[in-house]
């Protein structure tokens, strides 16, 4: 019978509680920079998150996941449409608007869009969905949209979150 190897240095052993390999795993993820948006009730509604998937091309889908302790939350839960604007580097600003305060559409950086749906101006592209899904999982949800509408903006470098701070790929030299 064959020994299990030690366990890697820095690894927490299975007894151990796992939140902090957690948070210090997922920090060592990048992940892209978007805003999801919503109206409900007259007011937009708006939050930064990094959870943002592609589901299916056919039809076309993407997922987001977010607390149910948000702010936005109400919003999400209760409107049909939502909307998902993919940052670039140029948005650093509106990312942390929107991860920040309260105050995320004072401005005219932003208009109403299909169903409604605030469309944040001059990101790299956006897209309205048709919530198809909601999944309650105790205080986070996972909300699957069907998309509906969407455009494409500037091109530039995306805007990713890594290690508690924003940055961008940088090229390697590797060729195919």
Do not use: C
């Not at 820095?10 to 992940?31: C, I, K, N, W």
Request: no cysteine.
């Amino acid at each position: 019978m064959n020994n299990p190897s030690p366990a890697p240095t820095g690894l927490q052993s299975p007894s151990e509680p796992h939140g902090e390999s957690f948070r210090e795993v997922f920090r060592r993820h990048a992940a892209g920079v978007a805003i999801i948006t919503a109206v409900y009730d007259d007011v937009p509604y708006g939050f930064t998150a990094t959870s943002v998937a592609s589901l299916s091309a056919e039809p076309p889908r993407f997922s987001f996941n977010m607390a149910r302790t948000s702010s936005s939350w109400p919003a999400v839960a209760n409107t049909n449409f939502v909307g998902v604007h993919m940052l670039s580097t140029e948005n650093e600003g509106l990312a942390n608007r929107f991860a920040r305060t309260k105050d995320r559409f004072t401005g005219d950086h932003w208009e109403p869009g299909p169903e409604g749906v605030p469309i944040i101006r001059d990101v790299a592209g956006w897209l309205v969905g048709r919530i198809s899904m909601r999944l309650s999982f105790e205080n986070n949800a996972v909300v699957v949209a069907e998309v509906i509408a969407g455009n494409i903006g500037p091109d530039g470098a995306p805007l990713l979150y890594h290690g508690g701070s924003y940055g961008t790929p940088t090229a390697t030299d590797y060729v195919i």
